[in-house]
């Protein structure tokens, strides 16, 4: 059986965020700016910036945080090519030519730049760099506090600012439009290289030598807009990370994988795979251990194969550290440890069917239609779902992918719960899922046919 040779990611625990929500602003990708996978800070991805006509449009921030208040803008930033002499890489600017943040070389010597309007006219500051180098990572911090200004390198601060004019107040973070990667002019002086973990606060984050994050930033109450760079390489969707309920985990369609409308449950749209290669997944399901959990979703098979694996909770710490579940010979099976633990009654095509996975205390059960399919499997592991490097998979062999052993059909409605949700035979909702306190992550699998989006519900939009 070619499932004995599975490596297993498991289950664990999920902590839902105290944070006050807020609305999350719609990021636009223009010219080639994408999410790339060949460099990152966290996740696996960051954005990329090929320096000619590429940048992120945020719109008009100033109506979330007037542009004259105190504020952090951070990141992540990797040059793939440095300035020349006279010239910028601009990071962060709006349509007021004289607002920016970026990257100078002042003949020879790199410097920090920073141009904000203010009151009485315009206010230049720029700070001696330090040693820049391309294709290396540095985070930056810039920071307005009342009339100060500063700017942190990898957790210090830049000393010894040269300044042009008087800043009353500062017009500096936003206007009518709001770039990442380019200033005013969208032809010139834009950034080469790659960003992540963009971060805007309404607050004074750091006031003395910090070490920067070694995790990616978590939404909070002072978050005006947090982009993680999360996704499929050369993907172009940016998404606003809002914290509202929980942080938003959106699942990378491989291969195949897409949104059909020839079939649903709910919303008129499922996810379809066709076995050969087929999966989306995501890095960030976080751990539950020896916790609670269900793993549901409406299911539709249309094709009888040898093996095929509808999720995939697996890592590398071996076959002891987690479960998949496939079908194989007419019934859904949950796989442990190089045995089959739990096997469905028989199941048909064309059918669709709610399939549910619980564990409530040591107790593992299988429910199909709101029944029990087969026997209680008792176990005290650990569950380690989440893995940083293979995370959770749907619709594919996750160590194998793309050897025929893939999921044929259609799915709907998955939802991942930091809870036992069914502990008895129950009836499965007649509506498509909502977001509450315990769930994890929540696909609907809507969109236009073809569309290889897959939108986690975080109550968010």
């Not at 996740?43 to 952090?72: C, E, K, Q, R």
């Not at 607002?99 to 001696?128: C, E, H, K, M, P």
């Not at 249309?302 to 002891?320: C, L, P, Y």
């Not at 996750?398 to 930091?418: A, C, H, K, L, T």
Request: aromatic letters at 12%; a negative charge; proline letters at 2%.
């Amino acid at each position: 059986m070619p499932l004995g040779a599975f490596r297993l990611n498991g289950l664990g625990r999920y902590q839902v965020p105290a944070v006050t929500g807020r609305t999350a602003i719609t990021i636009t990708a223009n010219g080639n700016a994408q999410l790339d996978t060949a460099q990152s800070k966290f996740n696996g991805s960051s954005a990329l910036f090929d320096g000619t006509g590429d940048w992120l449009d945020i719109g008009d921030i100033t109506t979330v945080h007037p542009n004259t208040n105190d504020f952090t803008l951070e990141f992540w930033v990797r040059f793939s090519s440095l300035p020349a002499s006279g010239t910028f890489k601009m990071l962060w600017g709006t349509t007021n030519a004289n607002q920016y943040f970026g990257l100078w070389n002042s003949s020879g010597t790199y410097r920090i730049a920073i141009a904000v309007s203010g009151t009485d006219g315009n206010y230049y500051v720029d700070w001696s760099n330090g040693t820049t180098s391309a294709n290396t990572w540095y985070h930056y911090a810039f920071q307005k506090s009342s009339t100060t200004i500063s700017v942190y390198k990898d957790g210090t601060a830049l000393t010894s600012p040269t300044t042009t004019g008087t800043m009353t107040s500062l017009k500096g973070i936003s206007g009518t439009t709001t770039y990442i990667g380019r200033w005013s002019n969208a032809t010139s002086y834009q950034h080469s290289g790659w960003l992540d973990e963009i971060r805007l606060s309404k607050n004074v984050r750091y006031s003395s030598t910090f070490t920067p994050s070694t995790t990616p930033f978590v939404n909070d109450t002072n978050t005006i807009i947090l982009i993680h760079s999360d996704g499929k390489d050369a993907g172009t969707s940016f998404f606003d990370d809002n914290g509202v309920d929980r942080s938003r985990r959106d699942f990378i369609a491989n291969f195949n994988a897409q949104i059909s409308t020839a079939q649903s449950v709910f919303g008129g749209a499922s996810a379809l795979f066709d076995a050969s290669g087929d999966y989306i997944s995501n890095l960030l399901i976080p751990a539950f251990g020896t916790s609670d959990f269900t793993v549901e979703c409406r299911i539709r098979f249309s094709a009888a194969t040898a093996t095929g694996v509808i999720f995939d909770a697996r890592g590398t710490s071996g076959n002891s550290s987690g479960f998949c579940v496939y079908v194989n010979s007419s019934a859904i099976r949950l796989y442990h440890t190089a045995s089959d633990r739990i096997v469905s009654s028989t199941i048909s095509l064309n059918t669709w069917y709610h399939l549910a996975i619980t564990r409530s205390g040591n107790d593992h059960k299988m429910w199909l239609n709101g029944t029990q399919t087969g026997s209680t499997w008792t176990n005290s592991a650990s569950w380690t779902i989440g893995s940083a490097t293979l995370g959770f998979w749907i619709g594919d062999n996750q160590p194998f992918p793309n050897v025929g052993q893939g999921f044929n059909g259609y799915m709907d409605e998955m939802r991942i719960s930091n809870t036992a949700r069914y502990t008895g035979t129950f009836t499965p909702s007649s509506t498509a899922f909502t977001n509450d306190a315990n769930t994890v992550c929540l696909l609907h699998m809507n969109g236009s046919n073809g569309s290889t989006v897959f939108n986690d519900d975080n109550a968010s939009y």
